[in-house]
């Protein structure tokens, strides 16, 4: 630790400790929103048809939704975990709140349309009944999260909806971490088997939730003990 940060006032700490979390998310995001961007660009800026985006051009309308979607809801979302950001002053609301009326849209669309590509669209090389299965799981389950930190809002259970909220957040942005567990394995190994690309991107997205119920629980401990 150096100096200037042990000589800095409690307050410069505390808000410096704020920002390694959500940081970290939208490095994370950055992966797939590069190539979300290049996805987009191909679709609206008259790209060769090729055997791999053949599908994305015969119904161009589910990704024209998924990607946009999916930058707000992985980027605006990170600050979500900026603590300061949830207090709101007298007669005003929070970010947190105002930001939420965006995510939770963006985030309904992404799962949604990530679920009708994964039936409807044709299956990709490499990809195969196992991956479709997890998708439609975590899929679901993205939507599922949703729904019920709406749910639990109403009911102004704050901790049961930042907790469904983190879980579907978690399942919306692990596209970051497929790239971080799929990268390694192709540059040491070589391209994955079906199997070992459903292993992968099933394994990001176990990850990210065992992340997320870590930090739910942690807080949930510290709200016990307060």
């Not at 190539?35 to 679709?43: P, Q």
């Not at 791999?52 to 119904?59: E, K, M, T, V, Y």
């Amino acid at each position: 630790m150096s100096t200037e940060t042990i000589g800095a006032p409690a307050p410069v700490r505390r808000q410096r400790a704020q920002w390694p979390v959500p940081t970290a998310l939208i490095l994370l995001s950055l992966i797939p929103v590069f190539f979300g961007a290049v996805r987009l660009t191909e679709l609206t800026g008259g790209a060769s048809v090729t055997p791999q985006n053949a599908r994305f051009f015969d119904s161009p309308l589910p990704v024209l939704i998924h990607i946009p979607a999916a930058i707000v809801y992985s980027l605006l979302g990170a600050f979500q975990f900026v603590p300061s950001l949830r207090r709101g002053g007298r007669g005003r609301l929070s970010w947190h709140r105002m930001a939420g009326r965006i995510l939770v849209p963006a985030g309904l669309l992404v799962g949604l349309s990530g679920l009708w590509m994964a039936v409807f669209y044709d299956l990709p090389e490499g990809d195969g009944d196992i991956l479709l299965v997890l998708r439609l799981i975590f899929g679901l389950g993205m939507v599922a999260s949703i729904v019920l930190g709406l749910l639990a809002i109403g009911r102004r259970d704050f901790v049961s909806h930042s907790a469904w909220m983190a879980r579907g957040y978690a399942i919306g942005v692990a596209a970051g971490t497929q790239a971080l567990v799929s990268i390694p394995w192709i540059l040491l190994v070589g391209p994955a088997s079906e199997l070992t690309r459903a292993v992968l991107m099933g394994a990001a997205w176990v990850i990210n939730l065992a992340v997320a119920e870590y930090f739910v629980r942690r807080r949930a401990q510290g709200s016990v003990r307060r």
